[in-house]
């Protein structure tokens, strides 16, 4: 069970830990079977985005590590693209350079193409009248696999509720009770979609355990505790580009929560053998934003 009430990532300095279990699967760490882990990778957030800024660093066993390392490659490539009209939410230059580079590198494991080759285009025909359609093509900026993409949340907020829970005399974390459930993930052209919102609204005053920017933004992330419940709301901004919120605790607590939140309710096309799936994105106001804050 957690027992520190907050912990503050300092400025400009690196937390260390010399732990002895893994973060991830709780095994214990020998100096063969560990390295030592970036829980925000640097490569995974533009080059020298880190540079004096803080980051959690902990040993752990190389499976987990491995299995991380090769989810950050693709994730933060396809994150650090530009969005379906080619614009960022800033200027950066070397952010910039590093997509372009990333991209041209990395592959997506959703296409099986370079990340700069994973556009997805989506032809949809629509019946008008008997006999007529009406057809329109769309393309998109690469996809990430929601699979892949809560399975590095998962590594994330365990390493860093591992660090709230850590005991520096037994060199120990602890891990949460209960299960961890992520509810979506969100272009930064739908952080305004009403699932996000009510989920901003019902955390906003949950005391605090974590809340954190750094790699000059490009890295956000909160954990907050239920006042009453074993349960804890997350959330993590990648690249100023994709947002993922989620649970973890007691799982009747957290369906008890998401009940109350709105269905996010998509349109079907269908024509002959073809079904395509879309919903209308919301912006979010940045006077509105108060998931990070």
Avoid at 251 to 266: E, G, K, N, Y
Wanted: charged share 25%; net charge neutral.
């Amino acid at each position: 069970m957690e027992q520190i009430s907050l912990r503050q990532c300092p400025p400009n300095k690196a937390i260390v830990l010399q732990n002895e279990t893994c973060p991830y699967c709780g095994v214990e760490l020998t100096e063969t079977n560990s390295d030592n882990d970036h829980v925000i990778a640097r490569r995974f957030v533009p080059k020298g985005a880190l540079n004096e800024e803080w980051n959690l660093i902990l040993r752990a066993c190389k499976t987990c590590n491995n299995n991380k390392s090769d989810l950050e490659d693709d994730i933060s490539a396809i994150t650090l693209q530009p969005d379906a009209w080619g614009q960022y939410a800033r200027a950066d230059t070397l952010r910039d350079n590093e997509a372009r580079r990333k991209g041209r590198r990395s592959r997506s494991r959703r296409t099986g193409k370079k990340v700069e080759d994973s556009k997805e285009r989506i032809d949809i025909d629509l019946p008008v009248v008997s006999g007529v359609t009406f057809s329109f093509s769309a393309t998109s900026p690469p996809q990430l696999g929601d699979e892949r993409a809560f399975t590095l949340c998962h590594y994330q907020i365990r390493a860093f509720f591992y660090w709230i829970t850590y005991n520096g005399d037994s060199q120990r974390g602890g891990f949460w009770l209960g299960d961890f459930v992520p509810l979506l993930l969100a272009p930064r052209s739908d952080w305004g979609n009403s699932l996000h919102r009510a989920f901003m609204d019902a955390v906003r005053n949950w005391p605090v355990r974590i809340l954190g920017a750094t790699a000059s933004g490009y890295f956000k992330i909160s954990i907050r505790r239920h006042p009453s419940a074993t349960c804890w709301s997350w959330a993590v901004e990648w690249n100023e580009n994709t947002r993922i919120v989620g649970f973890f605790g007691e799982r009747a607590i957290i369906d008890q929560l998401v009940a109350s939140f709105p269905v996010i309710h998509q349109s079907v096309v269908a024509c002959g053998n073809q079904v395509t799936r879309f919903r209308e994105e919301t912006r979010l106001h940045e006077d509105d934003d108060r998931l990070f804050s």
